[in-house]
């Protein structure tokens, strides 16, 4: 998705929600899979939905700073997200530049920065230090700068963590079947105590 084809704050949206869905194979380099400098937009509801052998620059990119009426509010909740990142770019997970921010991401597994032959910088997030930014109930795995002496990637220390596992799932950032092993503790790692990602790899 891209929203960054007008002026700042020119184009303006109450409501982007992603549900159910598979993104795969998105190997265009010069762009966020959710690209929105520029944009004025309330709020994004991404839940159920995976995105994996994603060559993009990053997840979410808010990078210009705009003086905006409210403080815009992302949800995340039960996706899976491997293989992603690129073109040495930093903030790969979210970059708002120094804008604010309400973002919680939970019951998610987000694997494999860079996508393969690529690297990155050492940040996953990037905002203005007053935003409210929460990671919790998820797995983080194989999250590192790439290349040849690979560094693992940091949360600035305004981001809020609970519950993060590191569990290595085997798969590499071209993995497509990314189904949970049956004796994984994902399967019982959620706030419900039930599966983490995308529900459909649990059954």
């Not at 994004?44 to 409210?70: C, H, K, Q, V």
């Not at 189904?179 to 039930?194: E, F, K, N, V």
Request: net charge neutral; no cysteine.
């Amino acid at each position: 998705m891209r929203a960054n084809r007008a002026a700042n704050n020119a184009h303006k949206m109450n409501l982007i929600k992603v549900s159910s869905s598979i993104l795969r194979n998105h190997s265009v380099e010069n762009y966020h899979i959710f690209h929105l400098d520029k944009l004025e937009f309330r709020e994004i509801e991404i839940t159920n939905s995976t995105f994996s052998s994603i060559g993009s620059r990053g997840f979410i990119g808010w990078a210009t700073n705009l003086t905006m009426p409210f403080t815009p509010k992302v949800t995340i909740d039960r996706i899976s997200l491997n293989g992603f990142g690129s073109r040495n770019r930093n903030d790969n997970l979210l970059d708002a530049n120094n804008n604010l921010i309400e973002f919680t991401m939970t019951n998610s597994i987000v694997t494999n920065m860079p996508y393969e032959d690529q690297t990155v910088g050492g940040r996953l997030v990037r905002a203005n230090s007053d935003s409210q930014i929460i990671l919790s109930n998820m797995n983080m795995f194989n999250l590192t700068t790439g290349g040849a002496e690979p560094v693992d990637a940091t949360l600035q220390t305004y981001v809020q963590t609970s519950n993060i596992l590191n569990i290595d799932l085997g798969w590499n950032s071209r993995t497509t079947d990314l189904t949970l092993p049956a004796d994984s503790p994902l399967r019982s790692a959620s706030t419900t105590s039930g599966p983490i990602g995308d529900p459909r790899w649990a059954f």
